[in-house]
């Protein structure tokens, strides 16, 4: 999994519980079967496919939203925009009494270009110590000394597995007896330096307290985890083999004690086994339009059950924590409008959007007199978005286009993109940026929000095939703050005027959506999928989540210029 001790980047980055959006100015230049049944006639081919068919001893790294494409075995990121047959959304969501949709905070950072943005103090307070304990997180209990646990039977799935769906969960990898043993003996012994208890059937608890991971099944565990590295990890949870009260806390644990898990010998091999990204998933043109496809072809409706009414699936920026449900709405506005205000949105301005979403700050947009044109590669996604701007009598100002960034041609006084960059791939990053600068006026502004990582870390993952990829986010990569700021710096005209960052409100986003979706368990159940997709989805967020609690991922807002040679 993406878990590191977060490298602070030029002074700026900290780790994401500890960094709000804080309002500085950055230089432009630093043969076990669960079981198999005949193919449900209620459940959809979408709901339930699995990833690719051939399993992977890699990380797998929480990113940006997703899913499985089951039909041809993909995963599914979950940029709510995407998909069909969703209800249609509210065509400029609500705001939570109490709290101004376009609300501005007082304090003002470093100006650019003589306009001051306005500053958010309020953003970034850690979690209390005490509220993360109420919550289960790292909370000590003492360890069963010696207490041999007995075996429970194996839950499995609660609804039957189908084999063509999901091959690598139905049936374990061929294992050798010598294999499982030794990765038996190395997991034991990592898991019982940690802060938490590991529960295995049949023999005692290991661990120094804290979150409780229990293995139902150590064989079948050990088998996955030896062949498959931590890909095997995700889909023995998947499998059932394993599981916890608090999955977050014991991921969050997992994610801060990441270089303590694998043997440093391991870690100096870990380019001989490690798996490469299957060529078809690069991001080329065609390649971007074929995983932005897999990404996006589940039902809308399961998006719907756990967004709120806006659909805006990144992150929020909240008023203060614990974040509350009923505020997650006016979150997501608060959000929107600090990157139209960085971008000086406003009567008149000619906007490019990359990366439509649902539409929401499209829309937003519009609201303030801009002209908007919106690019997405996802056909459901322009269709759902049309219509939201049709119901808002926005389509004189909003143009909602089917169009690779690539492909985007005309010129904009100001370029917003909202964690879209994440599915671009280094080797695009370059086009991406220089796609911007042309695009841009002079003097024009842009404003993008990206997830992040520490830049060693990034470029020891880059190239591994990783459980993200191969169930959830096909083509993707979470860049570093240093590689965001080299790239735009060595391919464009572009200066870097401030960066914000708030890793902890994303962890509270993802928080809301989980708690969420695991409340309305029968109505995903009810949409078709089953429960192997529903513990996909699970882990994915709980893991996500974790990410960003243990300070390894971290969300950044950005404010770029191009400088006006007329002045």
Known sequence: MRTADPNPLDGHTAPAEQTPPREHTTPAEPTRVHGAAADPAHVHDSATAPARGHTTPAEPSPVHGAVVDPARGRAVPADPSRGHGAPAAPARGHTDPGESATSRVRGTAAPAQGRAVPADPTCGHPVPAEQAAAQGYGAPVAPAQGRAVPAD??????????????????????????????????????????????????SAEVGLGGPLIEVRDPAAFHARVGTNGLVGFGESYMAGEWDAPDPVAVLTVLAGHAAELIPAPLQRLRGLWAPRHPHDERNTPDGSRA???????????????????????SSAVFRGFPASRDRLAAAQ?????????????????????????????????AARGARVTSLTLSREQRALARQRVSA?????????????????????????????????????????????????????????????????????SRDTFTWIHKYVFPGGLIPSTRAIE??????????????????????????????????????VEALGFDDVFHRLWTFYLAYSEAGFRAGYLDVQQYLFTKENPGR
């Open 153 to 202: 039977p194996v839950p499995g799935p609660a609804t039957p597995v189908e084999p063509a769906r999901w091959p690598d969960i139905v049936v374990l990898p061929a294992a050798s007896r010598a294999r499982t043993v030794v990765t038996a003996g190395l997991v034991r012994r990592a898991l019982g330096r940690l802060p938490l208890r590991a529960r295995f059937a049949g």
């Open 291 to 313: 995983n932005i496809s897999r990404h996006y072809d589940l039902s809308n409706d399961l998006f719907a059950l756990f967004l709120d009414d806006t659909l805006t699936y």
């Open 333 to 365: 506005h608060r959000k929107i409008d600090r990157l139209l205000d960085l971008a000086d949105v406003g009567e008149g301005t000619r906007l490019l959007e990359i990366g439509t979403g649902w539409g929401e700050l499209a829309l937003r947009a």
């Open 392 to 460: 808002a009598d926005l389509d004189e100002r909003v143009s909602i286009e089917l169009c690779d960034y690539r492909e985007a041609r005309g010129e904009y006084d100001a370029v917003v993109s909202v964690e879209m960059i994440e599915a671009v791939g280094a080797d695009f990053w370059p086009v991406y940026f220089r796609a911007l600068d042309q695009r841009l006026a002079p003097g024009g502004r842009v404003a993008l929000q990206a997830i992040t990582m520490p830049h060693e870390r990034m470029l020891a």
């Open 486 to 523: 080299e790239t735009a710096r060595d391919h464009t005209g572009l200066r870097l005027v401030r960066r914000d960052a708030f890793g902890a409100h994303y962890a509270e986003t993802l928080r809301l959506w989980r708690e969420r979706f695991t409340e309305r368990a029968d109505a």
